[in-house]
């Protein structure tokens, strides 16, 4: 009797290590490999665009234009805005950025948008010209619709006083969709752009968001109106607006 509890006892330990094993493959397996932020090179020019003043105090609209497009590698060189000839003839998109542009008179292909993709999202901590990095990696195994234009549509979001997530950014909106294309991801392949450094008096969270896609949360400064729109829901400046700036009429 003994001598079969003991054969039983080694069989039951020998077939939990056994899922044990196979668990810890399977974890390994399905595992993402961890991206790491490339050495940048940038003109000493280089800005980041955007329509609002430096330094908001209220919610304000965002443009994340890109910098750069392409493979990943250890050292990757930034430009000052990638141009994309969507509604100008007098701008003329690179040839090695053509393959990441579809005109959308020309091609009436599909992608799937990046909001609903798996796209990974890493934040530098370097600054570039009162902005930080921001690379953008295609995990899917199809290619992505990354952006529309010449933007991502990427917001910034902080941690309110009641430590919830709110946007502190909203995405800028083509007034007509018309001649607008589609930038596009291959698989693997990055795309990086600039996120500003807010220097307000009130230190919190944020991070990126791009549809269900985050970055990890990171430290920094905002204004504490930068929750709120200067927007009333008429679309009109808001009265606290209106007391500040009596030049826009009560």
């Known amino acids: 009797m003994r001598n079969t509890h003991i054969s039983l006892l080694f069989t ?17 397996k399905n595992q993402e490999a961890v991206t790491q932020f490339p050495h ?40 000052n805005g990638i141009r994309f000839s969507f509604d100008d003839t007098r701008i003329k998109t690179p040839m090695k950025y053509k393959k990441f542009y579809t005109d ?12 609903d993709a798996n796209v990974e999202i890493l934040v530098g901590k370097t600054p570039i010209a009162n902005s ?16 529309h234009g010449e933007q991502v549509p990427m917001i910034m979001e902080a941690l309110n006083e009641k430590n919830q997530w709110q946007p502190i950014q909203e995405t800028f909106i083509y007034m007509c969709g018309n001649g607008v294309g589609t930038i596009i991801l291959p698989p693997g392949e990055i795309a990086i752009t600039l996120a500003p450094l807010f220097k307000g008096n009130q ?35 808001n009265e606290e607006y209106r007391r500040e700036n009596p030049q826009h009429g009560r």
């Open 12 to 28: 039951l330990l020998l077939s939990a290590a056994c899922q044990s094993e196979d668990k810890q493959g399977i974890t390994a």
């Open 40 to 79: 940048l090179i940038y003109p000493e020019d280089i800005v980041r665009y955007s329509f609002d003043e430096e330094n908001p105090t209220w919610l304000s609209t965002v443009f994340y234009q890109l910098n750069y497009l392409g493979k990943l590698s250890d050292t990757v060189t930034l430009e």
């Open 104 to 115: 959308w008179l020309i091609k009436k292909v599909h992608f799937q948008n990046a909001s």
């Open 132 to 147: 930080l990095p921001v690379l953008l990696r295609n995990n899917d195994h199809d290619t992505i619709a990354i952006g």
């Open 203 to 237: 230190k919190t969270r944020l991070r990126l968001v791009l549809g269900t896609n985050m970055s990890k949360p990171f430290w920094g400064y905002i204004n504490p109106r930068q929750f709120t729109s200067m927007y009333n829901e008429h679309g009109n400046f």
